[in-house]
């Protein structure tokens, strides 16, 4: 009888434990199980489930998941292979950034990004695969027993040091394949395609400036401008059918070997231009105000995909712009901020300012500027007043803070300020002290 396993795992980094629902069945197989009595495990958890049983010993790992992403990936090459055997709802990035030595078999379809920054797993999908399937791959090989979705193959790339990434897709793929597409070799066999006008989809190709994609069955155009169509080689021939039996095994599809390889007419081929055959395409050689007129505004419209939005002329603009057409323009933010002293008073008497002034020689001056904000600058600011500037004077950090409260004694002498003009509204303030005189002035 099954004997269940309790192990601690760590979060890395978290400092929190949490406890693996592992089933041993052999010393190096487990079953882990992605929903517990109703209750599903995040995906955090089960990577750290999966990554202990790895640890421990378990090279066999059967996962039955729910909804879970990033299954099987990351997982360090040992010297032995981790076969990672996966059924239930699978989430996103399946085997993302999958190490050499990890096999990771979906019974049932995938979700998007399965094999996202493959690194070296081999991970076979007995079903469907979604959108971006085999997205940035770099090595390892992706079988699919079905269709691949949107956007499968884009970025993949190809290090001359290791063998390239391969995608198999038995049936077809969705639009936007091979987007910029860098390495790799990807084939679609085309066997009872879900479009079988087009298994290739719509603009494949776009940008895609290394690999190969071998194809079997009819397309709708391709991008003319990254890639060029042309038929097998006898290489080419005899590298497809040896590695067409191993992905026909894996899938269950080995009755179809026959007639997947019965003549190499039946298959077609589309690459990369090299630099040197880019360089002497005409195309690249088209100035951009020719571009803009004859290719970009012919296919987007004219004025570009913001055309509603723009009113004014769509005209060039140089390279520093000048007048109207800056791009940046200074803004004054001179006092912008009040210094401590004049933050702290609360009628906000600038006196930062009236110590400029007396450097400056006029002391009047500095004198009568405090009557623009106090109609009582001798008896208040020189006599009864706290003087919370002098408190928030930062020059008393060196010694001791400007004598702002002489200043105030200095304003005895000063005549009263000139009455404004009535405005025809009377005001009521609730007490005669300095405060409510001061409120009233204000």
Known sequence: ??????????????????????????????????????????????????????????????????????????????????????????????????????EITVNGSVSDDVG?????????????????????????????????????????????RFDPPQ?????????????????????????????????IGYRPCVGMVGGTIYFRGPIHGYSEKDVKLVDLTPQDWEWLKVNMKPFLEAIDRKSYYNELTRSSDDWKKLIA??????RGRKWLKVSLPDFRKNMWDKEVGNGGIFAEYLNHELSLLPYITTGNDRRNRPIWANEKFTPPCAYACP??????????????????????LVRHYSPLPATVCGEICPNLCMQACTRARLDKPLAIDKMGELSLDLPAPEKAAPTGHKIAVIGGGPAGMSAAWQ
């Not at 099987?72 to 999958?98: A, C, F, H, N, Y």
């Not at 797993?121 to 090595?139: E, F, H, P, R, Y």
């Not at 639009?175 to 009872?192: L, P, T």
């Not at 231009?273 to 880019?278: A, K, L, M």
Request: charged share 20%; proline share 5%; net charge positive.
């Open 347 to 368: 009628t906000h008497i600038p006196s930062h300012k009236r110590a400029s002034l007396i450097r400056q020689g006029k002391l009047n001056e500095a004198l009568e």
């Open 116 to 160: 996202w920054l493959n690194c070296g797993a081999k991970i076979t999908v007995l079903g469907d695969a979604t959108n971006g399937a085999w997205n940035a791959a770099a090595q390892g090989t992706l079988y699919v027993q079905g269709s691949g979705g949107a956007r499968c193959d884009t970025m993949t790339k190809h290090n001359p």
């Open 1 to 102: 009888m099954p004997v269940k396993k309790k192990s601690g795992v760590r979060g890395q980094g978290l400092g929190v434990s949490k406890k693996t629902k592992t089933q041993n069945l052999t010393p190096n197989t487990a079953v882990i199980k992605g929903n517990l009595k109703c209750k599903r495990t995040p995906s955090r958890i089960l990577e750290e489930q999966i990554q202990h049983a790895v640890q421990e010993g378990a090279r066999q790992l059967h996962i039955i998941a729910d909804g879970q992403h990033g299954i099987g990936g990351r997982i360090w090459p040992r010297g032995e292979d981790v076969k990672i055997t996966v059924e239930g709802p699978v989430g996103q990035r399946l085997g993302s950034m999958g190490m050499p030595g990890t």
């Open 167 to 199: 995608s198999w897709y038995f049936r077809d793929v969705g639009d936007s394949f091979a987007e910029f597409k860098a390495g790799g070799i990807a084939v679609i066999c085309g066997v009872n395609p879900r479009n079988p006008k087009n298994i």
């Open 273 to 278: 231009y090299t630099p040197q055959e880019r």
